[in-house]
């Protein structure tokens, strides 16, 4: 592949530069990239949406608060959690696989992590505007590298289709796995 050794997928995928370099890649490297795009938007997609349900419990949390009411969260978790139902952004197909733990990731998968949410009774006021603040930073950082691999997938199989529809590329290549 072009991409440097030792780069990380996600910096692979979201290179700046990988836009201009398109006709430059092979079709095997276009496929490579694409089908990494593809595993990323996944892992990033699962991460999105694990903040965003977190960011819910939270947000509820503090509106429980604010409102003086006795009810505790976890009588309403099931309706917090299925508040939800507008989604944003073009339609994909979803993988409901969990994506495996990656030792890069660790400041990402701390910030989902069940923990944080252990410890939500124990936290004052400041700590849960805090923690909310953490997990909307959160989601929008994702959020925005998720919009950048969904752009270079695009291209990536805009190019792949180019190739093949005039000829750059054999079908029969891919079919065979080559």
């Known amino acids: 592949m072009s991409a440097p050794a030792g780069k990380r997928r996600i910096d692979r995928?979201?290179?700046?530069?990988?836009?201009?370099?398109?006709s430059e890649l092979s079709t095997p490297d276009l496929?490579?990239?694409?089908?990494?795009?593809r595993e990323e938007?996944?892992?990033?997609?699962?991460?999105?949406?694990?903040?965003?349900?977190?960011?819910?419990?939270v947000q509820a949390e503090v509106e429980r608060r604010g409102s003086g009411a006795d009810e505790d969260l976890q009588a309403r978790l099931a309706a917090v959690l299925s508040d939800r139902t507008t989604t944003r952004g073009t339609p994909r197909a979803v993988s409901v696989t969990t994506p495996p733990e990656d030792p890069e990731r660790r400041e990402?998968?701390?910030?989902?992590?069940?923990?944080?949410?252990a410890g939500l009774p124990d936290l004052d006021e400041e700590g849960l505007r805090a923690l909310v603040?953490?997990?909307t930073d959160g989601e929008r950082a994702i959020s925005e590298q998720r919009a950048v691999v969904l752009r270079h997938l695009d291209a990536l199989q805009d190019e792949l289709v180019a190739r093949y529809r005039d000829g750059r590329a054999d079908i029969s290549d891919m079919l065979s796995g080559a």
């Open 108 to 117: 990402e998968d701390a910030l989902v992590s069940d923990a944080a949410l």
């Open 41 to 57: 938007e996944s892992r990033l997609s699962y991460h999105r949406r694990l903040l965003q349900g977190r960011c819910d419990i």
């Open 133 to 135: 603040e953490r997990l």
């Open 13 to 22: 995928v979201t290179d700046p530069t990988l836009l201009e370099r398109l």
């Open 31 to 37: 496929r490579s990239l694409r089908d990494e795009c």
